[in-house]
């Protein structure tokens, strides 16, 4: 086969036509066949003057073509081994369909701000919205708009009127238009009863407003969180203009603290620990000086996957009545990054073959308890154990897998599968031979090193 060129929803195959020695009679024609994994193989016959095809494909999807001759001796004379290839994903100037309806809005409201944030959950949201549409008013939600780039997952609305009713709206595009919007309801908070004049030139006072509800740690996933406050020395419904930064510090019990510097009244923090209590706190700096740390305002990050496998894996014979040839108990312990409260664990299991392709089991566990019995075990077999855990976002990977043989009937033999004890033995003997070779090395040097006799020495016999 000569070549392959990829398209997001074909594939054009180019080949050389077989020589004369190879040909067998005369061409008849060419046949490519391709297929996906989990789909039925499809074929294209090409006249004998043609050495190319278009062949129809799915975009992002993985395929494997290869290319037969036939002539009038020869049905199927492969030119080619199997050659895979994968389609690229479909172009954004490509759409197939609006963007679906985006997840329900989260909100939440301070005198002159509304921040709202949403959680693209599946991934074909995020691949057919090319950007978001924000839109909001009071009563309508199409008194003002704005457009945000993919990806985005957040914003904060200014400039607003306080206890007043807004309605919210958000909305996916791409090419071909805009897609179903989410709704939104929500009120402003009514000013404060005695609402004092701002100073602008004390920065000292930028903690005394301690108000919690003017602070917001947002959680967005395990690792990510969003930082929000208000700056009392700010007019309310502008932004600054005189340099003023904020630094932002979090921090977690027994670790040292981390910061941030923001020029806005929020952030974005990330490469945080999942299912963690942090600590956040916020200053003013501002021409040289510094105000206070606020308030702390605390909040747990969210869960995550286990990253880490259950340890310490073992494997003994049931205690009686129960036979041994026919259970086994099983123990461990946590992994060491839970990510979250462990809801169970999964243990797989299957007979050792040599050549791999082992047929695996699953035994469920629930809650914490790092305990199991599989039953229903082959007598004198050697199997293959290992265990992953589970909390409320999903599984964490597999420990490494475990070697056990079954006993007898009697209860003869069994236990940990002789390649164990081999290993052992193995690594007995080959510290044993290292220490040898050390020896015979020190040995070795010490012989070339001995002084030569001297003419004056004697040589002394006492009987």
């Keep these: 086969m000569g070549d392959v060129v990829l398209l997001w929803q074909s594939i054009l195959v ?16 060419y046949k490519v066949r391709y297929r996906a994994a989990r789909r039925k193989p499809a074929s294209l016959t090409t006249p004998a003057d043609t050495t190319r095809a278009l062949l129809r494909a799915d975009p992002n999807t993985q395929y494997q073509v290869h290319s037969s001759v036939s002539t009038v001796i020869l049905t199927a004379l492969f030119l080619s081994e199997w050659v895979t290839a994968a389609t690229p994903r479909r172009p954004r100037h490509d759409a197939a369909a609006v963007p679906p309806r985006p997840p329900p809005l989260t909100t939440r409201a301070g005198r002159d701000w509304i921040s709202v944030w949403w959680d693209t959950e599946k991934e074909t949201e995020a691949e057919e919205a090319w950007g978001w549409v924000l839109g909001w008013g009071l009563g309508v939600p199409d008194t ?8 985005t997952h957040s914003h904060v609305i200014r400039g607003l009127k306080s206890n007043e009713e807004y309605v919210i709206s958000l909305r996916g595009s791409n090419a071909l238009g805009l897609g179903p919007a989410g709704y939104a309801t929500v009120r402003t908070r009514p000013p404060p009863a005695h609402d004092a004049a701002d100073d602008d030139d004390d920065v000292d006072d930028a903690d005394d407003d301690d108000d919690d509800d003017e602070r917001l740690v947002i959680m967005l996933s395990g690792t990510t969180a969003v930082v929000y406050w208000t700056d009392p020395t700010l007019p309310k419904g502008q932004t600054a203009t005189d340099g003023r930064r904020y630094v932002v510090r979090w921090t977690t019990q027994g670790s040292r603290p981390h910061t941030y510097n923001a020029t806005d009244l929020n952030c974005m923090i990330d490469e945080l620990k999942p299912n963690t209590h942090y600590e956040f706190a916020v200053k003013l700096i501002r021409g040289g000086r510094e105000s206070q740390w606020s308030m702390i305002v605390s909040n747990t990050s969210l869960e ?17 009545p129960a036979p041994p040839s026919r259970y086994v108990e099983l123990a461990w312990s946590p992994p060491a990054k839970p990510n979250g409260q462990i809801t169970g664990y999964v243990v797989m299991y299957a007979i050792q073959r040599t050549g791999g392709g082992e047929e695996w089991a699953a035994v469920s566990v629930a809650g914490e308890r790092g305990r199991a019995r599989v039953e229903r075990l082959r007598p004198r077999t050697s199997y293959l154990f290992k265990v992953q855990a589970r909390n409320n976002k999903g599984l964490g990977p597999f420990c490494t897998p475990l070697v056990y043989t079954t006993p007898l009937e009697s209860g003869e033999g069994g236990g940990l599968a002789s390649a164990t004890s081999a290993w052992l033995w193995a690594s007995a003997g080959g510290a044993c031979a290292v220490l040898a070779l050390a020896a015979a090395l020190a040995l070795s040097l010490c012989c070339r090193r001995a002084p030569p006799l001297s003419p004056d020495t004697r040589c002394v016999v006492y009987m």
């Design 304 to 320: 995550a996957p286990p990253a880490s496998a259950p340890r310490d894996l073992r494997a003994s014979p049931p205690p009686p």
């Design 144 to 151: 003002a708009s704005r457009e945000l780039p993919p990806g």
């Design 14 to 29: 180019r080949w050389e036509a077989p020589g004369q020695r190879w040909q067998h009679g005369a061409l008849t024609g």
